[in-house]
């Protein structure tokens, strides 16, 4: 059974950083783009960053500068390093997974993702 297995969430002061991990029990984990998104409270899931199966990252505007994703793909896992974080940061952070079949993507997006973490909560306090 497949699980993607997020960690790292926690309370930080305005300022701060954390480092999220999403570990995948995915075969050919290489031929997936990885994403990460956020649920902030009373708010819609969003797409905040992904990286695609060759390696192109991409970030919504309101974390550009601040945040980085990467993947390791000889352990299965991605990551997502915030700094420099915001109150308004502060949701559920889910990863997920999109097969896209190779391992030369440029280019990734939020739809259609195949399998998703159950996530981990960071709070930001102003």
């Known amino acids: 059974q497949v699980q993607l297995v997020e960690s790292g969430g926690e309370l930080v002061p305005a300022g701060g950083s954390l480092r999220l991990s999403c570990a995948a029990s995915l075969v050919n984990f290489a031929y997936y783009s990885v994403h990460w998104f956020r649920q902030a409270p009373g708010k819609e899931r969003e797409g905040v960053s992904c990286i695609s199966s060759g390696g192109i990252e991409y970030y919504e505007d309101s974390v550009k500068g601040r945040f980085t994703v990467s993947r390791d793909n000889a352990k299965n896992i991605m990551y997502l390093q915030m700094n420099n974080l915001q109150p308004e940061d502060t949701g559920i952070y889910y990863c997920?997974?999109?097969?896209?079949?190779?391992?030369?993507?440029?280019?990734?997006?939020?739809?259609?993702?195949?399998?998703w973490g159950k996530g981990t909560l960071v709070i930001v306090s102003s």
């Open positions: 997920a997974t999109d097969w896209v079949g190779d391992t030369a993507r440029v280019r990734c997006d939020y739809d259609g993702m195949d399998f």
